[in-house]
Each structure stands twice: as C-alpha cells, then as structure tokens.
C-alpha cells in the first residue's frame, strides 16, 4: 500500500518536468546561449558575424578595453550620471519616506501622492526624451522661455544656457531627468517597507516615551534597511546599464557627445552601429561591465551587512 | 498638540508635497498646451492657454508617421509577451514549488543567478541567434523569450508558496483531477493577484521597450511606438516645429495613462510587493 503511494507521487512528481519544460527550452534558447555566445566571441576578433573566419585573440579584446581611454571615459560619466541621480533619488525618496512616517505630523493622502510621484515612470524613455529635449531646447524651448520671462520680471538678461549642448550641464540634466522619472519608484518601495513595519512596535516605544527621531532612528530605519540596500543594488545595476535616456538626448554631432556617452552606449557602437561594428570588441565590453557590475554589487551587500553588527 | 506652529508646519509640508507633485506634471502640462500652438509661438512666448495649432500639428505628425500604427505594433508583440509570460511563469512556478523532481534546485539557482545579470550582458549573443535564425524584423524574438521571465517565475514561485496548501492539492488529486486540472482550475485562480500585478507591469515594460526592439526591428511598417518615436530624430519638418514634437509625445503616451488610470492600484502594490518580498 505505502509502496504504490509513493511510486504515485513519483507519476505526480514527474509532471513536474513536464510544467518547466517550456519554460527551460526558451531560458537556454534565448537567455543562456546568447550570454554564452557573447563570452565566446568576446575572445574573438570577429568584426561582422557571419563575415570572414574569427580568430581566437585570448584575452586581447579585454586588455584592449581595459586600455581603452574611451572606454574609461565612458565608464566615467556613467557612475557621474548615475552617481548624482542615485544621490537625488534616494535622497528625495527618503526624504518623503520621513515625511510619510512621521508620527508626529501624520501626513494625509499618501496614496495620491505617490501616484502622481510615479507617474513619470510610466512613460516611455523615447516619449520623455523627446518631451524633455523640446522642452530644453536652446533657442526655442519652453524652459529656457520661462527662466526668460521669470528675469525679464526682474528686469534683468537672460543669455539662453544649451542644457543638452554643453558638457558642462548634459549629463547633469540627464540626471535630474532619471531622477523625475525614478524617485516615486524609490520612494514606493521605501513606504512599502515602512508599511510593513508592525504597528506594535511604534505603539510599544510611544508607551516608553521614546520621541519621534528616536522611533524614526531605532526603529523605522534599521527595519528598512534592507529594502535601501534592495532599491540601491537595483537602481546600481540599471544605473551602469543607462542608454536610452543619453542616447536619445545627445547627437554624435555634438560638443557634449563625449560627456554623455555611456558604457552601453559605447558598447551599441561597436555592437550595432554600421561602419564601426567590431562584435569581438563589443562582446567583451559587455564582459567587463558585468563584472563591474558583479563587484560594485557584492561591495554593496558585504559593506550593508556589515553595519548591522 | 494642534498648536498654531504645528498647523503652519504641517502646511509647509502639504505645500513642498504639491509643489513636487507639480514638478511630476508640470512637463505633462507645457507638453499638450504646446501641442496646440504652433512652433513660432512656442519659440517666441511662454503661456498655459491652449493655442489654434491643434490640427496643422496633427497633419505634420502624420505625414511624417502613423503613430496609430505604431501603437498597433506595440500591441501586436506587449499583449501575446505578457500572456505567455504569466501562462509560462505561472506554469513554471506552480511546477517549482509544488514537485519534487530532480533539477528542480538546480533551475531555481539558475533564475536566481540570471535575475542578476544584466540585461546588456546577452544582447549581442541574442542579436546574433536572431540573425542566425532569420528573426530579424519579426516579431518572435521580442515574444517568445518573455516564455522564460526569470523576475516573474521567483515572485510567482514565492507567491505560490505563500498562498497554495499543498493538501488542496491532494484532495484535488483524490478527486480525480489531473495535474493540468489542478494548475487551470486551483492554482491559477489562487494565484490571480500576483499574476494581475506582474502581468501590469510586464504589458508596461514590454510597452516601453526600446533597446531590444531597436535593434531586432528595422523597418519602417513594423516599428513599436517607442522605436517609432525614436525615428522623430531624424525629421527635419517635424523638428523645425515644436508643437509637432510635443504632440507626437501627447499621442504616444496616451494609451499608458490609460491603462494607468485603470491599473494604479495594481501597479502600486506590485512596486510595494517587489520591494518587501525581495
């Protein structure tokens, strides 16, 4: 009797290749061939695939990048760009975290606010770039009209600043628009933490008489933590991974093309754009940002845990 | 409590919040006031009364592209991605949480592991395998693959586990029910709330998606709105008006806010629910 039990269990168990088979015939097709694919021609020096007989070059295409002033410039005003966004977002994220959870104020109407603060996140990153880069516009954009009109109430001159021309402030706007598009995202994930918190805590310190930056310093905020850490390594991955937003706001053309090229960006060059295409190269581009990206990351989470001792 | 430095405090908040809040709508608002003035006036003056420009702008904008068409594109590849998606993953993550098989571990370590790769990492292997297969300008390589969303199988799994008492299961089995039976009719209405918030915000990201079907789409006819909206770049008529621009951007992000306005609640909470569960 036991025996027939367990050998249905076993019939019931084997479905469960069946389930997963879809699913694991799609993940080797079209996530783990093509990781795999990449690291294989990262070590060739395939120009165009399907054009001519790559070599083997070893590590030559890594040593090249490593080597490659362009490539560090690019690695640099990606952590610029997404440093001074990190900083802005997570900063006026936590800022509205505290406001929200205050004890003492209890702020209403938290539910339209953070739909309105997540709004720009809906939109598409073609649609905000095209909205913003009118609205930028050196000559003719609404933005530069208003700080006009607001000097001209002064009675003083306004000399029209190209946001989106200099590379003094270009990669800076971009910031501040990744910043208007991502805090309500942040600031959401933050409030779900503080949500989470259980009511008996902050009723068992008011009995104790602890007060509002006590209840926010030792109870709020080490309970978050690990949500901040969550929203910080997920905002550090998609931040080393920016393109959409600079590639479509910059023009090869332009003087701030080289403050605004990132490392995907410069990867897409050599991946994708016709002229300058050297998949090999492009390939261990790739390479080398993952185990930025790899690093940065674990850094993160071992300095995070750290602190809680 | 309610003394008066307190009530003009609280105010002060109330004001920082609404001023932020019009930051997040402000860009909206120039967007369609500008939309319906034409590019000389844009140029010249500041206002927030709508203009006469509404349909010479709208003729420039359709000349150059259908944006309608676009749309419809998009529709075509976020609709059957984020079907399979939920159907795939909610198979998948029925099947992780609730048999015993061998490798069963093994494929959960492996999502684990993919969920932290970055998506630019497989991009040229993926560019690739697409040419290879002759899949480039088709529809496929941005549909299939959302068979294997890694982010969806982990929540589903977790969400499963929470929610789906294996003895149910048991007695549906002793009732006679298949295991197809029990996935369709036990565990997908169990686990609907989850699917509802990933399959929102697996529409939105497949809606938004421009780098992958930038590079996998290249003709004009097949083009996704966000790809479509990229090739404003290169149209002189369009760029020397402004107004045209802003109404191309009005027109395409309509269809999101609607959904929005239907779906806030449900997007919200999966941000919240990936935020806790993690």
């Excluded at chain 1, 760009?81 to 104020?105: C, E, H, P, R, T």
């Excluded at chain 1, 990867?267 to 930025?292: D, E, N």
């Excluded at chain 2, 295991?179 to 565990?187: D, K, T, V």
């Amino acid at each position: 009797m036991k025996k027939r039990k367990k050998s249905n269990l076993t019939k019931y168990n084997n479905m469960g290749y069946v389930f997963v088979l879809p699913f694991v015939v799609v993940f080797l097709i079209f996530n783990v061939y093509p990781v795999l694919r990449t690291l294989y021609l990262s070590f060739t020096n395939t120009k165009i695939v399907g054009v001519g007989e790559p070599d083997w070059v070893g590590f030559n295409n890594y040593v090249r990048c490593l080597t490659d002033k362009f490539f560090w410039k690019a690695l640099w005003n990606t952590v610029k760009m997404w440093g001074v966004n990190i900083i802005l977002q997570l900063g006026l994220a936590f800022l509205l975290m505290m406001v929200f959870s205050d004890v003492k104020y209890k702020m209403k109407g938290l539910k339209v606010f953070r739909i309105v603060y997540y709004l720009p996140n809906l939109i598409a990153a073609t649609s905000v770039a095209f909205l913003f880069q009118t609205l930028l516009d050196w000559r003719y954009g609404t933005f530069n009209r208003i700080i006009l009109e607001i000097y001209k109430l002064f009675g003083m001159q306004y000399n029209p600043v190209d946001w989106l021309g200099s590379g003094a402030t270009a990669p800076y706007v971009i910031s501040v628009i990744q910043t208007w598009m991502w805090f309500g995202n942040s600031f959401i994930m933050l409030m779900a933490g503080v949500q989470g918190i259980s009511n008996d805590y902050f009723e068992a310190a008011a009995i104790d008489g602890a007060g509002r930056w006590t209840i926010f310093g030792k109870i709020t905020l080490p309970l978050i933590k690990p949500i901040m850490m969550y929203v910080a390594i997920t905002s550090l991955i998609g931040g080393l991974q920016l393109f959409d937003m600079p590639f479509l706001m910059s023009n090869a053309s332009s003087v701030s093309y080289k403050d605004m090229q990132t490392v995907v960006m410069y990867m897409y060059k050599f991946g994708f754009t016709t002229g300058t295409t050297q998949t090999g190269y492009a390939s261990a581009i790739a390479y080398v940002l993952f185990l930025i990206i790899l690093t940065v990351s674990v850094i993160q989470v071992k300095l995070f845990n750290r602190k809680e001792d | 409590m309610n003394t008066i430095g307190y009530r003009i405090k609280k105010t002060i908040l109330y004001i920082l919040l609404v001023l932020l809040g019009v930051t997040c709508l402000l860009p909206f608002l120039l967007m369609i006031v500008n939309a319906t003035r034409t590019g000389n006036e844009i140029a010249t003056s500041f206002t927030l009364i709508p203009g006469h420009a509404l349909v010479d702008n709208w003729n420039t904008v359709f000349e150059f592209f259908n944006l309608f068409k676009g749309m419809w594109n998009s529709v075509k590849v976020a609709i059957p991605a984020t079907l399979l998606c939920l159907y795939f993953s909610a198979l998948t993550a029925f099947a992780l949480a609730m048999y015993k098989f061998k490798g069963n571990k093994l494929i959960f370590g492996t999502i684990l592991v993919f969920m932290m790769i970055p998506g630019q990492l497989g991009l040229i292997g993926f560019y690739n395998l697409c040419t290879a297969l002759h899949l480039v300008n088709s529809y496929i390589p941005l549909i299939i693959p959302a068979i294997a969303s890694t982010g969806t199988v982990f929540f589903l799994r977790q969400y499963v586990l929470s929610s789906l008492s294996p003895s149910l299961v048991e007695a549906a089995r002793i009732d006679g029910a298949s295991e197809l039976y029990i996935f369709h009719r036990i565990a997908i209405p169990i686990m609907s709330p989850g699917l509802a918030t990933m399959g929102i915000m697996g529409f939105i990201g497949n809606w938004n998606n421009y780098l992958l079907p930038m590079i996998i789409i290249n003709k004009n006819e097949k083009m996704t709105l966000p790809v479509m909206m990229a090739t404003l770049k290169a149209s002189t008529d369009i760029n020397a008006n402004q107004g045209a621009i802003y109404l191309s951007v009005a027109v395409s992000i309509i269809p999101i806010l609607i959904v929005f306005s239907f779906f806030s609640k449900y997007i919200i909470s999966s941000i919240s629910a990936g935020a806790v569960k993690e």
